[in-house]
């Protein structure tokens, strides 16, 4: 491979990361990229700048360019190489600090990083190396910013695997203490982090002393590796330690000491550096919040958010053993403050009264995670808070919400004046709609209006106002048609009492009914046959006048004046919505003798045919049945789907929609695989094989014939909780890399409860004999008729799993497999050129002789058995093969391994050591 | 609390995005994965992600009328944290829009996202917001055509590695982390770690404050008019060695407004809780605090924001109003200002702005003035009265006039808010060396313990924002209410 230029580099790098997955795709999926990028790494043709950001692509794509942490540990053992040799000039000191940070993360995110990787301990005794030059004693401040990507790079293994600096925090605080540069912030979020994570175990393990935790001094915690997300601020409140007086004392020292100089450090370090010293407080019964009260000051004045947000965790977190009831109202009246402070930015004041809807109080009256307001939140006080037309939607929007609640919880007649403020707002926000106002402003308006019926639906005199501005607003604009509907449905949805939504399609249907039938019709008509629709859904509402409004249209229609599909089709659909929630003696007959007159004189034969099938399903269905037929997702609707088109869009949009299912129901099990029925041949009619016939038969077995492929049985179950029939199953199966060709889907007709769960059978074709990850995924249609997609559990197919038996001739005798067998191995000698490769494993004394163990893993494999001496040959497809030589030898069992595919011997070891375990 | 990755995106309306930037944090991540459990969603790659931004922020199928998934009245935003459908919904995605950027942080949630929690408990959140706002700032900050923009943003890679190389943000200024160069030099004791590069030359320190007035004014009795004014202190302090200590003083005179609502730059070592105590939100009281307002600070060595504050000042600077009537064909217009007493008359620039929205160009006005000039803009929608740099000595102007219009052509501005009678004068001013709180800094409110002695200068100024007078024959949009009178 040749080295690269920086430009072809440059552009390499972008295209990467416009589509990573893909660009692998296209560059093949083995190592060759990775390879390529490792090499040129190290070239010296490079420049520093091409080199950042290559490395940039190791920094945020680790685990598509290192697939395991086999890979991972090799990248970072050759990046730590690279590291090495690099002088200390200030030059490369930015190509350094990458290299430390992209090491750090490769090891951490393909699971490489642990006590028995090499890199890993490089690594950290590098880092902990760069670290110990405090005050730039050893290297000059030239080499500042690599010590601080170390500190950073510490920081965070320490962050990834909680505990692992847990017992040397007395080196590290000796470090946070003595440095003076800049760098100390490094070194105290490093000691912080490391003392609540150590304070943290120490108080989940329940055993062992503060003080030994405090003056550790030794090597690394290796095993907190498996710790990773143990430590959680969300188990704060189940943990607790009880440490000496002595002990607290010392505690203390050491926060007041990291307190007093917290100042010193950046906001977003401040920030870390209290929340991790208010958990180890929390936990550590003996030490009194009070700690922090020398802080509270300086917080509560901050005009930065991380600092204000601190302040607010602390609150939240100690409450009244650290803010007194002064402190509290002070704090709320400044959150209220700083949400309408004019020099802050609309997203932060936003944030602010979120802030102020889940306010932490001293004693909390809610649960904390629902919406709600702080009992000194009075209108008094919020009345700052009141929106404007000047402000952005969103921050309207918020200042609305909140207020709404102020006045809906609070009484008085600074309430009520305040209900009536508000609705004077939502009504001038009406104004642009009328008028030239785009889409935001109705959609503003619509959402001022929902929140205004959600909060104060229950007055009929304001709702009976809005009311009256909607429908103003739908004779200025009938284009408005889907925006009252989905407020008809919204409000539906949130209101105890449906009275609005119901009267407002009253007054809506008023409205539309009385219209002038003139030209040009297609338009507003539309929208009027699209909101009368809506309407005939409400049984609170006469459809009378509706009815003759239809009546007028059919005759216009008979008369040759209109009717064209689309408006037969609105029309139709009124009346399905009427057949469906209106009881039929009301306006039965009314209905039959209008879809009698559509069926016999709409010009449109398709609307005639289908008024003609309602008139039928009328005149011949008791009410319940009609109901039942025509409800969304009965089972009727999927058989009459085609008629239905029309009718209900969003109901056909929700047949022929792919819903996501809303959990998963379906369960690809194994089946263990049949054990191929080998019938002994007799040893009479085993036969010596010559010379000649074994060559030919190993050449057989080794040349490239057509590719085999795997079979894998799996039952498919059902694990919903009431079993119910799926039709139409598809299984679809997507490839987690090109190891393999597609898998074709597979189709189950149905899957019902009463049968026996069908069994299925996976074809494989493997491009490469390595173990894969199947992505499975089934759409399948319930008895409703609606469609679902559900992921189910990822496929594995295992190592073993891609084992096939050797095709040997059976009647053989026993010398002649043997012989065969030493011909393959001989075959499969490593040359150097081609891809055979000889390894060797050692299984240690297992408790299992050999024999059983063969027996049980490899019976089918085994080609010849001589003392002690176990022959195996496995095929691996395509066509690929492993030979084993397994035999006991000193306690310990020796096997050799053959193969003429090296890549696969990292699976093969793997899988070997398994097999004792 | 730390970042699952982070995006600058370039959005013009009708075109669809570009990821100008995105990192992502693996490591960070791979924690994520560990504390959201079941409810994990993985961050997609850039165009996926891209695609369902702009479909959450409702920037997509603009030509359509009605959306559900995009208007429906349910959908109601009140924060800028928006849940992005990605196969699940990866949340919370911060976003921030701003002259056709759009700028996206996802922080780390140490917990399950189902049911989600709220927003104050996530501490990665304001980690979020300090580092978009320091990015918002920095890319906002002197940059004026494509080409610079493309250096900054070329610039960030190297930024984002020192500001948060890990996903933990280190630091959120980075303008400040442009210039970081190592000295050497012999510590006594911890230093600031924004204090990071030293300055050479002659020792000066500058303040200056600045004030805003907004004011919306209707001359109506049952509408209270409303002004309020909010400022700024801004500091430059260009001195040797590492560790100097600056405090600053802001004096008011006997009858000045007190200072409301404090925000202090992070920098400020120390606050007396007295300058707290005074919040807009409370009802005035002759007991407040009066200053002088000490903010003792280590400067950091670039230009940066002190502190802000508001106030409530008894009086308006220009007290005005507008009467505007439709009679016929044409406007009749009348315009009153009036300079408070008490104001100091001498103006850098004022002028009365007075638009005309939804109508058809000026064809013709006939007008008398009692000082200063009126002309009409190039586009003909809006007269420029320009007062000049000093009201007369009777203090008090007037215009009146009357106009007519051409017809409504395309070019002409339109507003929703001004339809009918509905109309605003706008008054633009600067005053210098004035403040309507009376705040200032002088010499000898500047102390400075380093080597050497600093020339110390101090300015402050007075400028008009959002200062509307509105005609007050017309309904005119109330921005200010207040439950008791």
């Known amino acids: 491979m040749s080295v690269r230029s920086g430009e072809s580099w440059a552009q390499l790098i972008t295209t990467f990361r416009a589509g990573p997955t893909a660009f692998l795709l296209a560059h093949g999926s083995d190592d060759t990229f990775l390879a390529e990028l490792l090499q040129d790494l190290s070239s010296e043709r490079i420049s520093e700048q091409t080199k950042v950001s290559m490395l940039t692509l190791l920094l945020e794509f680790p685990t598509l360019l290192c697939p395991d942490p086999e890979v991972g540990e090799q990248v970072a053992g050759s990046l730590l190489a690279n590291f090495a040799p690099l002088p200390r000039s200030p030059k490369l000191s930015w190509l350094r600090c990458h290299l430390l940070v992209v090491v750090g993360t490769v090891l951490i995110s393909t699971e490489a990083f642990g006590e028995g990787s090499q890199a890993s301990r490089d690594y950290l005794s590098l880092l902990l190396h760069l670290a110990s030059d405090l005050n730039d004693q050893r290297q000059g401040p030239g080499d500042r910013g690599v010590r601080v990507a170390a500190c950073e790079s510490l920081r965070e293994l320490e962050c990834c695997y909680p505990g692992l600096f847990s017992r040397r925090l007395d080196s590290l605080h000796s470090m946070q203490q003595q440095e003076l540069t800049p760098v100390h912030q490094g070194y105290t979020l490093l000691y912080s982090l490391a003392l609540r994570n150590a304070v943290l175990l120490l108080a989940r393990r329940g055993e062992g002393a503060l003080s030994e935790l405090l003056a550790g001094n030794e090597g690394l915690a290796w095993e907190a590796v498996g710790n990773a997300g143990a430590v959680s601020p969300a188990c704060l409140d189940h943990l607790l330690l009880l440490p000496t007086p002595s002990e607290t004392k010392e505690l203390k020292s050491v926060l007041s000491q990291l307190l007093d100089g917290s100042y010193l450090l950046t906001p977003p370090a401040q920030s870390q550096l209290l929340w991790h010293l208010a958990q180890v407080v929390c936990v550590i019964r003996t030490q009194s919040p009070a700690i922090f009260k020398a802080q509270l000051v300086r917080l509560f004045g901050t005009a930065h958010v991380a600092l204000l947000h601190a302040s607010l965790q602390l609150k939240g977190l100690f409450t009244d053993s650290l803010f007194t009831a002064e402190d509290e109202a002070f704090l709320l009246r400044r959150l209220v403050g700083m949400a309408q402070h004019p020099s802050l930015p609309s997203p932060l004041k936003l944030f602010y009264l979120d802030c102020l809807l889940h306010f932490p109080e001293n004693r909390p009256l809610g649960s904390g995670s629902e919406e709600g307001l702080p009992v000194l939140l009075t209108p008094r006080l919020a009345s700052c808070l009141f929106p404007s037309l000047f402000n952005d939607p969103g921050t309207m929007l918020a200042r609305l919400n909140l207020l709404s609640l102020v006045c809906l919880e609070n009484q008085g007649p600074e309430a009520e004046r305040g209900v009536g403020y508000i609705f004077e707002h939502v009504l001038a926000l009406a104004d642009p709609v009328a008028g030239k106002g785009g889409r935001e402003a109705t959609g503003l308006f619509f959402r001022a209006a929902y929140l205004f019926a959600r909060y104060f639906g229950s007055r009929p005199q304001l709702m009976g ?55 040009p019709w297609e338009q507003e008509l539309g929208w009027h046959l699209k909101l009368l629709a809506r309407v005939a859904k409400e049984s609170g509402v006469p459809q009378g006048s509706t009815l003759g ?243 189910l559990e990822p496929l594995q197919v295992a190592f073993p799993d891609i084992f096939l038996p050797l095709a040997l001739p059976m009647n053989w005798d026993c010398e002649s497999r043997h012989h065969l067998f030493d011909t393959l191995w001989s075959s499969l000698c490593p040359d150097g050129s081609g891809d055979c490769a000889e390894s060797l494993f050692c299984w240690p004394t297992t408790q299992q002789p050999l024999g059983v163990l063969v027996q049980a893993h490899f019976a089918s494999y085994l080609v010849a058995e001589e003392l002690g001496t176990y022959k195996i040959a496995i095929a691996l497809p395509p066509h690929y093969h492993v030979l084993l030589q397994a035999q006991g030898t000193q306690g310990a069992v020796r096997v050799t391994i053959r193969t003429d595919n090296w890549k696969v011997l990292p699976h093969l070891s793997a899988y070997l050591r398994k097999v004792v375990e | 609390m730390a970042l699952r990755g982070v995006w600058l995106i370039s959005y013009e309306q009708g075109a669809c995005g570009t990821v100008l930037f995105s990192r992502r944090y693996p490591t960070v991540e791979k924690r994520a994965k560990a504390f959201n459990g079941a409810s994990y969603v993985t961050v997609p790659e850039d165009g996926v992600f891209l695609k369902a931004l702009l479909f959450e922020l409702k920037l997509t199928d603009r030509d359509k009328n009605f959306v559900e998934y995009r208007d429906s009245c349910s959908r109601i935003n009140k924060t800028s944290v928006y849940a992005l459908p990605t196969g699940g919904d990866l949340w919370p995605v911060l976003a921030f829009q701003k002259s056709g950027l759009i700028y996206v942080c996802l922080p780390l949630v140490e917990q399950s996202l189902k049911p989600r929690p709220p927003l104050i408990s996530i501490s990665g ?178 230009l940066f924001n002190l502190c802000y504050y508001t106030s409530q000042v008894p009086i308006p600077p220009i007290l005005g109003f507008y009467q505007l009537k439709e009679e016929e064909l044409q406007l009749k217009l009348t315009v009153n200002l009036k300079l408070h007493e008490s104001v100091k008359n001498a103006f850098e620039y004022c002028e009365a702005r007075i638009p005309f929205f939804n109508r058809g160009p000026v064809a013709h006005l006939e007008y008398k003035v009692s000082y200063g000039q009126l002309d009409v803009s190039r586009e003909k929608s809006l007269l420029v009265w320009v007062i000049g740099q000093k009201f007369p000595k009777s203090l008090e102007i007037s215009l009146t006039g009357t106009v007519t219009f051409g017809s409504m052509s395309k070019e002409q501005p339109v507003d929703p808010i001004c339809s009918g009678s509905t109309a605003y004068v706008k008054l633009y001013f600067r005053i210098p060396d004035y403040t309507l709180t009376g705040c200032y800094a002088d010499q000898h409110s500047v102390q400075v313990f380093s080597s050497g002695k600093p020339k110390i200068s101090t300015s402050r100024e007075l400028i008009s924002s959002d200062y509307y007078i509105w005609n007050s024959k017309a309904p005119a949009p109330v921005v200010y209410r207040t439950l008791f009178f």
């Not at chain 1, 009311?467 to 409000?491: D, F, H, K, M, W």
């Not at chain 1, 045919?609 to 609707?637: E, I, M, N, Q, W």
């Not at chain 1, 058989?639 to 949009?653: C, G, P, V």
Request: hydrophobic residues 40%.
């Open chain 1, 549 to 791: 409004f239809l009546q007028r249209l059919v005759r216009l229609a008979g008369a040759g004046q209109l009717g064209d599909w689309y408006i037969g089709q609105a029309l139709l659909s009124i009346c399905r919505n009427l057949l469906q929630h209106q009881p039929p003696p009301a306006m039965g007959c009314q209905l039959a003798e209008l879809l009698q007159d559509v069926s016999l004189n709409y010009p449109d034969v398709d609307v005639q045919d289908r008024a003609r099938f309602y008139y039928t399903l009328l005149s011949c269905l008791s009410g319940d049945k009609l109901g039942a037929v025509l409800a969304p997702g009965g089972r009727l609707k999927a058989r009459t789907l085609s008629s239905s088109i029309m009718a209900d869009s969003e109901n056909f949009a929700a047949t022929l929609t792919v819903h996501p299912a809303p959990q998963p129901l379906l369960l690809l099990q194994r089946e263990a695989p049949a054990k191929p029925t080998l019938v002994p041949v007799p040893a009479s009619q085993l036969c010596p094989a010559d010379a000649q016939e074994v060559k030919d038969c190993c050449r057989r077995l080794l040349e490239l014939h057509s590719p085999a492929r795997l079979s894998l049985t799996y039952r498919l179950l059902h694990t919903g909780s009431s079993p119910e029939r799926l039709f139409c199953l598809l299984l679809r199966f997507e490839r987690s890399n090109n190891f393999y060709e597609p898998v074709p889907d597979v189709c189950v007709p149905c899957l019902s409860a009463t049968h026996p769960s069908p069994i299925l059978t996976l074809h494989l074709q493997p491009c490469c004999p390595y173990p894969t990850e199947l992505a499975v995924s089934a759409l399948y249609t319930t008895q409703t008729g609606l469609t679902y997609c559900s992921q």
């Open chain 2, 125 to 302: 959140i304001s980690q979020a917001f300090a580092l978009l706002s320091g990015l918002l700032v920095f890319i906002n900050s002197s940059q004026k055509n494509e080409a610079e923009m493309s250096a900054k943003v070329g610039q960030l890679p190297s930024l984002l590695m020192q500001a948060c190389p890990l996903g933990t943000p280190l630091d959120t200024d980075l303008n400040g982390l442009l210039d970081n160069i190592h000295v050497s030099t012999n510590h006594m004791q911890k230093q600031p770690v924004w204090r990071i590069s030293t300055y050479k030359g002659k020792p000066q320190v500058n303040v200056c404050i600045t004030e805003k007035v907004k004011s919306m004014q209707y001359d109506k009795r049952d509408v209270a008019d409303m002004w309020q004014v909010y400022g700024t202190v801004t500091c430059k302090c260009d001195l040797e060695g590492a560790t100097s200590n600056v405090t600053v003083s802001l004096n008011l005179p006997a009858n000045g407004s007190p200072l409301q609502d404090i925000l202090v730059h992070p920098c400020v070592t120390s606050l007396d809780s007295a300058i707290l105590t005074s919040c807009s939100v409370d009802v005035m009281d002759d007991s407040a605090f009066s200053g002088p307002y000490k903010l003792p600070f280590t400067p950091p060595s670039d």
């Open chain 1, 465 to 519: 106002e809005l009311t009256g501005t909607l429908v103003r607003l739908y004779r200025q604009r009938c284009s408005l048609a889907p925006n009252l509907i989905n407020l008809l449905n919204e409000t539906q949805l949130v209101l105890d009492d449906p009275a609005w939504p119901t009267s407002l399609s009253k007054a809506l249907q008023e409205l539309t009914v009385g219209m002038p039938l003139l030209p």
